[in-house]
């Protein structure tokens, strides 16, 4: 078993270039990455399995506390459910939430033999957005991801399935979405990582990498 996961490791390291990908969602208060709060990050990383398809192998989730001076729009807390004055909400500093969540991702780069993590997310330049600015703000040294290149389920899901919309994507792929779960940064990581692995997969059954 050990070295089967060796050899799972290691086509992980050759699938895309070296890079690990890892499903990000970010829940915000508005669409301005250096204005509007983030709200909540959650991150899935991806495993491989003994027949070199991806799967889920563990995801972590973390509510934020908006940073001095951000500004949370009515309209994006509506859209996305979220209440800033729940006592169970629980949120953390961003620099800290980021932090923790970075720290297992390095940890899965050194695992897999990876030389750093890309982005996957649904409309991907707006999560990458939201979390280098909060990078920047928190003086983080060490980003595991590439600070501009990422895969986009929207695009990949458009190709694959002829849907942009995660919901109808993920109807396409015959993958269960529950739109009241919908716009919870876990649950729509979850979602996001299973048409990824979805389209990945299908790509490798009908003769795509690797050969």
């Known amino acids: 078993m050990e070295q089967l996961n060796q050899n799972t490791d290691t086509l992980m390291a050759k699938r895309f270039r070296g890079f690990l990908p890892v499903v990000v969602d970010v829940e915000t208060g508005g669409f301005d990455s ?63 939430a980021l932090r923790e969540i970075f720290q297992a991702i390095r940890r899965e780069i050194s695992l897999t033999g990876c030389s750093r993590a890309i982005m996957v997310a649904h409309n991907a330049h707006f999560d990458l957005g939201f979390v280098n600015a909060a990078i920047h703000r928190s003086q983080i040294k060490r980003n595991p991801f590439h600070p501009f290149s990422c895969f986009d389920t929207s695009t990949l899901s458009g190709l694959a399935f002829g849907q942009t919309v995660l919901a109808k994507a ?17 649950y729509d990581t979850i979602k996001t990582a299973e048409l990824f692995c979805t389209i990945v997969n299908r790509w490798k059954e009908l003769g795509g990498w690797p050969r």
Not at 49 to 76: M, R, T, Y
Not at 170 to 186: G, K, M, P, T, Y
């Open 170 to 186: 993920c109807q396409a792929a015959v993958i269960d979405f529950d739109n009241r779960e919908a716009h919870s940064a876990l």
């Open 34 to 96: 250096h204005q509007n709060a983030l709200l909540e990050i959650a991150a899935v990383i991806l495993e491989m399995d003994s027949q070199g398809d991806l799967q889920i192998k563990e995801s972590f989730s973390k509510n934020i506390e908006p940073f001095p001076g951000a500004i949370v729009e009515d309209s994006a807390l509506e859209f996305t459910g979220i209440d800033l004055y729940d006592p169970d909400r629980d949120p953390e500093e961003e620099g800290e």
